[in-house]
């Protein structure tokens, strides 16, 4: 499995982006998919999930309420949409995929590079 995402920026507080992370070498829909994004100086945190068919989400409490994950399974593609950025949400966000939605949270069995999200206040 390999995960290219893109999107990434520097982005005023309270604004909006869209992350996107293509998925290529397996079977896209057997796999559920994730976003994860690591602070400076911090360990990398969960940020929300999605389940092969798309109809289970999960999300952190830090993000909830602002960010959207999404697929489409004609494209191999997720996405993250984020709104109502904050400078707390500067990170590097990275996708990340697994065949089992449980893992794909904690410990997924696939990780894509980082893509830079940067918030001024």
């Known amino acids: 499995v390999q995960l290219q995402a893109s999107g990434g920026g520097l982005v005023q507080a309270g604004g909006s982006l869209r992350l996107s992370c293509a998925f290529s070498g397996r079977t896209f829909d057997s796999y559920a998919l994730g976003w994860f994004r690591q602070a400076p100086g911090k360990e990398r945190e969960f940020a929300a999930a999605i389940s092969w068919s798309g109809g289970s989400t999960r999300y952190a409490d830090s993000v909830k309420g602002r960010f959207s994950i999404s697929r489409d399974n004609a494209k191999n593609t997720v996405y993250l949409q984020m709104n109502s950025l904050k400078s707390e949400d500067t990170a590097v966000y990275y996708c990340?995929?697994?065949?089992?939605?449980?893992?794909?949270?904690?410990?997924?069995?696939?990780w894509g590079q980082g893509t830079q999200v940067t918030v001024s206040s």
């Open positions: 990340a995929a697994d065949e089992r939605y449980r893992a794909v949270a904690t410990a997924p069995d696939y």
